[in-house]
């Protein structure tokens, strides 16, 4: 990014990246944990984040593909208040049902990662403002801010819990706190969005819209192919990842060698460090071999490592093998962003970003309702980490 001067709108938008991945980090750290204090047993909380993706990816196609047409700082704010939404209601009931109602038609992140129609509404508003020889570079230093306050989440998390235990708050009134501070950065994140310009938006020609309404679907039009085709490709890929969510990952932790939040949050915050650094050099593979090379060659030795890491017979061992596998599981991410980005028309990047990122979030969905029974029974709590990698 050092030939390109991000606008006061990118700047921004690199901003409420960061305070979003803040609030999500913190939040998948003690996530499952906070649930189980709440009285809910594993198979219960699985099928809590398979429908809180679930309702994630209904509300995301939604708000993605009606952003180039009705207008993506609306859709950005929408979302922020849905976030705020959810918070709300996981701090105030331990009720099952009204978890479900808020998980669903809420935004709330229990792997840590992208959740909404941020990334996608995001994607596409950088791609208008900054030149196409740069997105490449731009997206991974996005990714890198993200993977960098999603580390500072999880380490604020895991210390601040810790620190109100050891003041004598009880741990689910500890873990509740995050959940607050959650809501809270929903409602700033608000507040940022309000304040985007219009350069953002997509600016209509008539090269831009297709000649009849029937052309389009989905926000789609000249590239409803080739989206589809990725979103099949980009869908199984996240069911494998969604076996082992990072608030699972955690909680896999805290159970196999009694791990303490102050020190998960550590732990995780090692990870993502690694993850930011792994996406920023993706930025300079991809300039020598390629963007679907990038994305290729790296897959194949993280899910390897990830099947390692309940192989591990200690503590100190199975952090190794997961920051090992964290250094370069970022790498496809940027380089996917980018790719897609620059094989769609302009008006059609919300929707396209949009619609890969529900394909993801749908592939994702399925698997924690699988996992959480798994994670239920000591004899098969590794299972997860040996589907998601192969």
Known sequence: MRNTILSPDGRLLFVTRGLRLFAYGSLSVVLMIYLSQLGLSETRTGLLFTLALFGDTAISLWLTTSADRKGRRHMLILGALLM????????VTDNFILLLVAATIGVISPSGNEVGPFLSIEQAALSQIVPDSSRTGVFAWYNLAGSFTTALGALFGGLLTQALQGAGVTPLGSYRVIVVVYAAIGLILAFLFMRVSSAVEVVRTTDTVPEKAADSFLGLHK????????SALFSLDAFGGGFILQSMMAYWFHVRFNVQPATLGGIFFGANILAGLSSLSAAWVASRIGLVRTMV??????????????LMPNLPLAVGVLLLRFSISQMDVPTRQSYTMAIISPD?????????GVARTTGAAV???????LLANAAFMNVPFFLAGA
């Open 367 to 373: 698997s924690p309702m699988l996992s959480g029974p």
């Open 348 to 356: 059609e990047r919300s929707a396209a970003a949009g619609i890969t």
């Open 84 to 91: 705020v939404f959810a918070g709300a209601v996981f701090s």
């Open 223 to 230: 590239s409803k192919g080739v989206v589809f085709r990725l």
């Open 297 to 310: 060659f790296t897959h194949i030795p993280s899910n390897i490592l990830l099947i390692l890491v309940p």
